[in-house]
């Protein structure tokens, strides 16, 4: 009986996460396209014309949200030229605090776009507050709390991100399943081209071309499991003085007080191309890129896990294999 009522419970929640998976209407679709300060909330799945320009931001949130997405059709997202934030994404798919638990939304499509500025993904912290996740870190499941509580299956296949400062794509902490498919970075970021953060897990980077100008390395792979970064190409612009990194793994300890429980572990990046690299410092590829090697670690201390009792990146059973290296200027 009791296996019965479990079987239930998940194809209630099945159904649930797949309530929205219905067109848009002509409707939606004008009031999506239509000038406003307010994100436009989707709940459906959108198909544009090569023309449309949707200046207005988006909001995928909660499980209503589920089976939502937007074919542009070569149509474009966003403000050309126009600067994003953290707090002002041009797509933000995001979980819902709901009583003890989180609404969050799966089975989400992007596809065909051009974007201009950056796609964030969040779980715990979403809204801004860190106070869910601090919270959740100190306690020995950590890593599947935050997993449960964020976005996952997440598809953006065929998008050009034109960069307008902040990070183009940020998969926040316990998101799973996002797989990125023959994107595009394009533009400027004054950090990473792309940022999988803690706990988040089996999401895949394929076949892309990454020619971003960014401050720091392309990927950074922070505390991120089980991940594919394969067959992309990396322009990584260095010079005699300027030496940029391609796909940097590590586990950013005690930043912000929040406690790493997941290692940067049996990841695969492999078949990648890199060219422009520095002659004395290529660093395509580094694992173990801090070892503990931040003011902050310390903040996170007193707990018998994770990086609050071992500051260390311990990344693990990666696999870097068939990646080709070029120097600039060769």
Same mark, same amino acid.
């Given at each position: ?27 939606q679709i004008a009031e999506m396209t239509a000038p406003a300060e307010t994100p436009y ?33 070569? !149509? =474009?997202?966003? /403000? ?36 201009? $500025?950056?796609?964030?993904?969040? !779980? ?16 020995? !499941?950590?890593? =599947? ?25 940020? /998969? ?7 797989? /990125? ?64 990194? !391609? ?20 990841n695969r990046i492999t078949d990648n191309v890199f060219t422009g690299a520095h002659w004395?410092?290529?660093? =395509? ?16 201390a007193g707990w018998p896990f994770g990086s609050s009792l071992d500051d260390g990146d ?14 600039? $200027?060769?």
């Open positions: 009986m009791m296996g019965l009522l479990a079987l239930l419970l998940v194809q209630a929640a099945g159904a649930t996460e797949q309530a929205a998976a219905r067109p848009c209407s002509a409707a909330r989707l709940t459906c799945r959108a198909v544009l014309t090569p023309v449309t320009q949707v200046r207005r931001r988006i909001l995928i949130e909660g499980a209503e949200a589920s089976g939502a997405g937007i074919d542009c059709r070569g !149509g =474009a997202l966003g /403000v050309p030229g126009a600067a994003t934030t953290t707090a002002t994404p041009t797509v933000f798919i995001a979980s819902r605090r709901e009583g003890e638990g989180w609404s969050r939304p799966a089975d989400i499509r992007l596809e065909n776009c051009i974007l201009h $500025g950056a796609v964030r993904i969040w !779980g715990m912290g979403a809204g801004g507050s860190m106070r869910d996740l601090l919270a959740s870190s100190r306690t020995a !499941g950590h890593t =599947a709390a935050a997993q449960a509580a964020a976005p996952t299956r997440i598809t953006l296949s065929d998008l050009t991100f034109a960069a307008t400062g902040s990070i183009p794509l940020y /998969v926040g902490p316990g998101v799973t399943g996002v797989m /990125v498919e023959r994107p595009r970075f394009t533009g400027r970021s004054v950090s990473t081209a792309v940022y999988l953060d803690a706990e988040s897990a089996d999401n895949a980077i394929i076949d892309g071309v990454f020619d971003i100008r960014t401050g720091r390395e392309q990927i950074a792979v922070d505390g991120s499991a089980r991940n594919r970064i394969t067959g992309n190409r990396f322009a990584l612009h260095s010079g005699v003085l300027r030496s940029r990194g !391609g796909v940097f793994l590590y586990r950013n300890c005690g930043e912000d007080g929040v406690i790493r429980h997941q290692t940067p572990s049996d004395l410092w290529p660093r =395509a590829v580094v694992v173990g890129a801090r070892e503990g090697n931040r003011r902050y670690c310390r903040d996170d311990h990344a693990t059973g990666n696999e870097v294999a068939r990646n080709t290296v070029r120097r600039f $200027g060769g």
